[in-house]
């Protein structure tokens, strides 16, 4: 019987410190991490979004907390106004999964200025041709306050033939970026300039 | 003492070395070694998972029950591999990415464990420690090795540095699964042929 207790107490001893030591490294290394995925995995679809070097542009980012999801939003300006906006959205349903998009809005204009793929798991030769250029040019100058839509609802945008799943993940993740942009244009100027007061 | 530890030392380098002598940890050895910085990168992280784990576990070994000391290895083990995998996020984030799954499948790996259950349960800590450094190094120095000859053939580089002409035409069999086989297959074969000749006694494994 005590064999059974010390076997119980010394491991549960070695899993709780274990734990107390993983929690300790995770919490102090969080905030660099997310440096380091901003650099590496945002990186560059905000330097070709905004045609600069990501090392400027990344510390331009404010979170929108929309139903308690922070979604992150990049910015750009033009002497004092805010010109551009990268807007991260998620694309659903993709058909190897969530699609991570970045959507580019220039304020100025009223207009968008592309599409860039951030993550993605689609098939290659399929799904994962969303990665070129002739597909995400077609995001380029669509006004923002209008929904895009496939050709096939009515819409402007031609589908990856063979991919229509990816398709439609990416004309949602768009739209949804820009019902946030809708509602939350206030907010996202609010926090920009809390942003920059503070700098 | 100290002679003994010269000894342990000395004993990852060449007569244990892995994944040649031990036959152990062949998985990532295989599979990650495309290029020099991913088997330097890979043999550096198993080093300090194997030399912590081995004086961890050196340390608790008159504490844990025979019967749990498996289940607890694998705790102190993973621990070590996510403190690892965090690290190398947060300050070689390009490197964690091409290691990928490799990185986290160190728990797995057998020559931790085997390392653990083998020696460190059996030794002091400072021993356990100095065998884990030379297990390391032995794998990092392997595995920089194997990375060297597929990323020279493979892609004509070496640390992404092109070493040759224009004119050389890389070999791609040799930065895919088959050229891996072949890479590992003909330097153990080296390795034996050599120990055969100078008459050194060794067993495999």
Same mark, same amino acid.
């Given at each position: 019987?005590?064999?059974?207790?010390?076997?119980?107490?010394?491991?549960?001893?070695?899993?709780?410190?274990?734990?107390?030591?993983?929690?300790?490294?995770?919490?102090?290394?969080?905030? +660099?991490?997310? =440096?380091?995925?901003?650099?590496?995995?945002?990186?560059?679809?905000?330097? +070709?979004?905004? $045609?600069?070097?990501?090392?400027?542009?990344? !510390?331009? =980012?404010?979170?929108?907390?929309?139903? #308690?999801?922070?979604?992150?939003?990049?910015?750009? =300006? !033009?002497?004092?106004?805010?010109?551009?906006?990268?807007?991260?959205?998620?694309?659903? $349903? #993709?058909?190897?999964?969530?699609?991570?998009?970045?959507?580019?809005?220039?304020?100025?204009?009223? !207009?968008?200025? #592309?599409?860039?793929?951030?993550?993605?798991?689609?098939?290659?030769?399929?799904?994962?041709?969303?990665?070129?250029? +002739?597909?995400?040019?077609?995001?380029? #100058?669509?006004?923002?306050?209008? =929904?895009?839509?496939?050709?096939?609802?009515?819409?402007?945008?031609?589908?990856?033939?063979?991919?229509?799943?990816?398709?439609?993940?990416?004309?949602?993740?768009?739209?949804?970026?820009?019902?946030?942009?809708? !509602?939350?244009?206030?907010?996202?100027?609010?926090?920009?300039?809390?942003?920059?007061?503070?700098? | 003492? *100290?002679?003994?530890?010269?000894?342990? &030392?000395?004993?990852? /380098?060449?007569?244990?070395?892995?994944?040649?002598? &031990?036959?152990?940890?062949?998985?990532?050895?295989?599979?990650?070694?495309?290029?020099?910085?991913?088997?330097?990168?890979?043999?550096?992280?198993?080093?300090?998972?194997?030399?912590?784990?081995?004086?961890?576990?050196?340390?608790?070994?008159?504490?844990?029950?025979?019967?749990?000391?498996?289940?607890?290895?694998?705790?102190?083990?993973?621990? /070590?591999? *996510?403190?690892?995998?965090? /690290?190398?996020?947060?300050?070689?984030?390009?490197?964690?990415?091409?290691?990928?799954?490799?990185?986290?499948?160190?728990?797995?790996?057998?020559?931790? &464990?085997?390392?653990?259950?083998?020696?460190?349960?059996?030794?002091?800590?400072?021993? *356990?420690?100095?065998?884990?450094? *030379?297990?390391?190094?032995?794998?990092?120095?392997?595995?920089?090795?194997?990375?060297?000859?597929?990323?020279?053939?493979?892609?004509?580089?070496?640390?992404?540095?092109?070493?040759?002409?224009?004119?050389?035409?890389?070999?791609?069999?040799?930065?895919?699964?088959?050229?891996?086989?072949?890479?590992?297959?003909?330097?153990?074969? &080296?390795?034996?042929?050599?120990?055969?000749?100078?008459?050194?006694?060794?067993?495999?494994?």
């Amino acid at each position: 019987m005590s064999e059974i207790v010390r076997m119980v107490i010394v491991l549960s001893m070695i899993a709780g410190s274990c734990s107390a030591v993983l929690t300790m490294a995770d919490q102090g290394l969080a905030p +660099r991490i997310e =440096k380091q995925t901003d650099l590496y995995v945002r990186g560059p679809a905000l330097e +070709r979004l905004f $045609g600069k070097p990501a090392k400027e542009v990344l !510390n331009n =980012k404010v979170l929108v907390e929309v139903d #308690g999801v922070e979604i992150p939003v990049f910015y750009i =300006k !033009n002497g004092k106004k805010v010109s551009t906006l990268a807007i991260e959205a998620i694309g659903k $349903g #993709g058909y190897g999964g969530d699609l991570k998009l970045m959507i580019g809005i220039d304020l100025d204009s009223g !207009n968008q200025t #592309g599409l860039e793929v951030v993550s993605h798991s689609e098939t290659p030769g399929l799904g994962a041709r969303i990665e070129e250029v +002739r597909f995400r040019q077609q995001w380029q #100058g669509l006004p923002i306050d209008k =929904k895009v839509a496939l050709t096939a609802n009515g819409g402007v945008i031609d589908a990856i033939s063979g991919a229509t799943a990816t398709s439609k993940a990416a004309v949602g993740g768009t739209n949804e970026a820009l019902m946030l942009l809708q !509602n939350y244009r206030d907010a996202i100027l609010k926090s920009i300039s809390a942003l920059e007061e503070k700098s | 003492m *100290s002679q003994n530890l010269k000894v342990i &030392l000395t004993a990852g /380098l060449w007569k244990r070395i892995p994944p040649f002598r &031990l036959v152990l940890g062949l998985c990532p050895a295989l599979a990650i070694t495309t290029s020099v910085e991913n088997g330097l990168g890979m043999g550096l992280a198993l080093a300090f998972v194997v030399t912590m784990s081995g004086g961890i576990i050196s340390s608790l070994r008159n504490i844990i029950p025979a019967k749990v000391r498996i289940a607890s290895y694998i705790v102190i083990i993973a621990t /070590l591999v *996510s403190i690892v995998e965090i /690290l190398m996020k947060a300050y070689f984030f390009p490197l964690s990415e091409q290691l990928g799954i490799y990185i986290p499948l160190i728990v797995v790996n057998c020559i931790v &464990l085997g390392r653990a259950e083998g020696f460190a349960s059996k030794n002091p800590p400072l021993p *356990s420690m100095v065998d884990g450094v *030379s297990i390391g190094l032995g794998y990092t120095l392997s595995l920089t090795i194997i990375g060297s000859i597929r990323e020279i053939l493979g892609a004509g580089s070496w640390f992404g540095i092109p070493v040759f002409g224009e004119f050389f035409e890389p070999l791609s069999f040799m930065v895919s699964a088959p050229g891996a086989f072949v890479t590992i297959g003909v330097l153990l074969g &080296l390795q034996n042929l050599f120990s055969r000749w100078r008459g050194e006694k060794f067993v495999q494994g």
